[in-house]
């Protein structure tokens, strides 16, 4: 099934509830005003801690009017192209900069068999068709992290859940995404999607996310389409 899921993170700096805005209004509201400091993560409400919600490379620097809302619309864009993958999961969440990025979970390619961190044909497939749909749009940083079911010790789990991150960076790099684009890290077993206590819920855990987050070129981009609106 094809499916694009929309998630809408509350960063209080910015903005005062959650409701239904589309990531162009929210995007408004973070690169609005004078100007919303990025790096400190605010937003980044992917998974439980701050650890865990690294999405992305922090520039510490300042986020122009407009800036957030441009990027935001870029995002969303690709989001919904991405969502014509078959069986991938897309949504769109909030990176270390607070700034719009793009998760892509593949239901069914991207899994591995217990302590096995090797792709199968179909993972192949998928990540083709991924690599692919990203030739337009290089200015752009790639995060992956790879999973584990719970069975084991946390640090070989850890050694495994990068070993999976690894292969699907290899693998994309192989097809054409440049390998300085992209960071691959091991979760081990700490963020789980299903159960541990069955067989088929370990096997969802087995799993590589790949996450879309805006680089400096692509903010220093929106910047000047901000300036120029002016």
Not at 11 to 21: E, K, N
Not at 79 to 93: H, Q, S
Not at 129 to 135: G, I, K, L, P, V
Not at 177 to 198: C, Q, Y
């Amino acid at each position: 099934m094809k499916k694009l899921v929309l998630l809408f993170a509350c960063a209080t700096m910015v903005l005062t509830s959650c409701g239904p805005w589309s990531n162009l209004a929210k995007g408004s509201a973070i690169g609005g005003g004078s100007g919303a400091a990025v790096g400190a993560g605010v937003g980044a409400l992917v998974g439980k801690d701050a650890k865990s919600a690294a999405i992305g490379a922090a520039i510490g620097t300042i986020i122009g009017t407009g800036v957030g809302a441009i990027i935001g619309d870029r995002m969303d864009k690709k989001a919904e192209e991405l969502a014509a993958l078959e069986g991938a999961t897309v949504e769109t969440v909030t990176d270390v900069n607070n700034l719009t990025a793009v998760k892509v979970t593949f239901d069914n390619g991207i899994l591995f068999d217990f302590n096995k961190s090797t792709l199968s044909e179909a993972a192949k497939k998928s990540l083709k068709e991924f690599a692919d749909s990203m030739t337009d749009m290089p200015e752009t940083n790639i995060t992956i992290w790879g999973h584990t079911d719970n069975i084991g010790t946390e640090a070989a789990n850890e050694k495994v859940s990068l070993a999976r991150a690894n292969a699907v960076k290899d693998f994309l790099a192989s097809q054409g995404i440049a390998a300085e684009r992209m960071l691959s890290e091991g979760k081990s077993f700490n963020m789980p999607v299903a159960t541990n206590d069955t067989k088929e819920g370990r096997a969802q855990n087995r799993r590589v996310e790949v996450y879309i987050s805006a680089n400096e070129a692509m903010i220093a981009e929106a910047a000047a389409e901000a300036e120029a609106a002016n």
